[in-house]
């Protein structure tokens, strides 16, 4: 059952709120434990959504979790209702913290950021760490299966510490990177295979998570929000609390690449002002020149702008392959931060040598029209020499970074590289990933 059927089955009033008798769940009961607790990270369970799944209704059917999440809503099974109410605290406390350090979009992000994840091992490093978190608490009872990340640890040949520390050092990234040693065709290695039979008893209770590929403004306040969340529940607990420990594995806010990109250009493309000695400064002309009765002050010259309109060069390799998605989103960002600094933009379109060259108006450039011809090589110095030519203030480079620059110009440039070419080294100036 999807999370789309799990939610349709809810019915609503006229007034768009759910009727009293459906906001009770499955889960109800191991809450008011949790709340009753620790009242301030138990309470952690009511900034998200629940949903009880209905039986299959069929055997044809893909079995029922007995308890999952998607990041946004925890999922109860028919037979979630048959646990003991200790055995149902641990297992919605479990998800909770899942949500709270948002291990669904964590796997998407890694996903984008080295490609191949496996989603049953990224499960089972999660598992350890919240398991772990969990293990202090006597009013609550974790699944005989259950992975710790004293175990995971074990599969490194690191020595035994207190789990305290290791909490505070090892998060479900660093944690999956060290134990996944799969070969490129994905057939498991040593550490891998060890952590799939460790954990294959368990439940894979990290659903996919809906609408992944969201605005990354909307991730970085979703990450920051749970975060202050964690913070100060954690605090409101004190001994109390489910967090054994403020952990490593915190929900990490993400700036969004349109963010950096629009304060890099905002300060490139200022104003700039230069000395100008034919007209004297505000001060001199306040005092009219004068200092005191008969005194005389020296000239002091003023300030103009260097030009009256900033100049943004806009440099597109086409020999690569960007996604029609990613030249959306550029394109968009490109063209509100021109109209909003009035800025001119030139664009320039190139591989090896320039094949095309355009001149904007602020806010009129036309990004989307670039056809992109791939599999071809690259020579900057050629752009680069060509946006010398306008003089422009700032330059933004769209690239995979595949190709010499023989020339460093006497302007700043950004290189906006995709991520699948994240590891790819600029020759100079900044490289911003865009993910």
């Known amino acids: ?43 952690l369970a009511l900034w998200v959504q629940h949903a009880d799944l209905p039986p299959p209704r069929s055997p044809a059917e893909p079995p029922v979790p007995l308890i999952a999440t998607d990041g946004q809503t925890i999922f109860y099974g028919p037979a979630f209702e048959t646990l003991g109410l200790a055995d149902q605290v641990g297992r919605v406390a479990h998800e909770v913290l899942h949500i709270a350090l948002r291990h669904p979009a964590r796997y998407h992000d890694l996903c984008g950021l080295i490609g191949d994840v496996d989603r049953e091992l990224f499960n089972r490093c999660a598992d350890a760490i919240v398991n772990s978190t969990l293990s202090h608490l006597r009013w609550l009872r974790l699944p005989a299966t259950a992975v710790y990340l004293e175990q995971l640890l074990k599969l490194l040949a690191l020595p035994a510490q207190a789990i305290e520390k290791s909490l505070l050092e090892w998060d479900v990234e660093r944690l999956y990177r060290a134990l996944d040693d799969r070969s490129s065709r994905g057939k498991d290695g040593e550490r891998s295979a060890r952590l799939r039979a460790l954990g294959s008893e368990g439940d894979r209770d990290l659903l996919p998570m809906p609408g992944a590929q ?100 806009v440099i597109v390799d086409v020999s690569g392959s960007i996604e029609a998605a990613l030249m959306e989103r550029f394109a968009r960002e490109i063209e509100a931060i021109t109209r909003r600094l009035e800025a001119g933009l ?60 023989r020339r460093r110009p006497r302007w700043p440039v950004i290189w906006a590289v995709p991520q699948a070419h994240r590891a790819a080294v600029a020759p100079f100036g900044r490289k911003l990933v865009l993910v």
Request: charged share 25%; no cysteine.
């Open 1 to 43: 059952m999807s999370a789309a059927s799990a939610r349709g089955d809810v019915a609503t009033t006229q007034d768009g709120r759910a009727p009293i008798g459906l906001l009770a769940h499955r889960g109800t009961r191991a809450i008011q434990r949790m709340v009753e607790y620790a009242p301030a990270t138990g309470g």
């Open 214 to 313: 969201s605005a990354p403004e909307l991730e970085s306040e979703q990450a920051r929000e749970w975060s202050e969340r964690i913070v100060r529940a954690h605090a409101g607990d004190g001994e109390f609390s489910m967090l054994r420990t403020l952990l490593a594995d915190l929900p990490k806010t993400r700036t969004p690449w349109e963010l950096i990109l629009r304060t890099l250009l905002a300060r490139g493309l200022a104003p700039k002002r230069a000395v100008s000695w034919s007209r004297p400064t505000r001060s001199y002309i306040a005092n009219q020149g004068r200092l005191g009765t008969h005194g005389r002050l020296p000239w002091e010259p003023g300030f103009s702008a260097t030009q009256p309109v900033p100049r943004l060069a």
């Open 346 to 405: 030139v664009l320039i379109v190139g591989d090896d040598r320039v094949r095309h060259v355009a001149e904007f108006a602020p806010g009129r450039s036309d990004l989307r029209e670039i056809e992109f011809s791939g599999g071809g090589g690259t020579d900057f110095t050629p752009l680069l020499e060509e946006a010398e030519r306008y003089r422009p203030d700032i330059a933004v480079v769209l690239t995979d970074l595949e190709g010499p620059a």
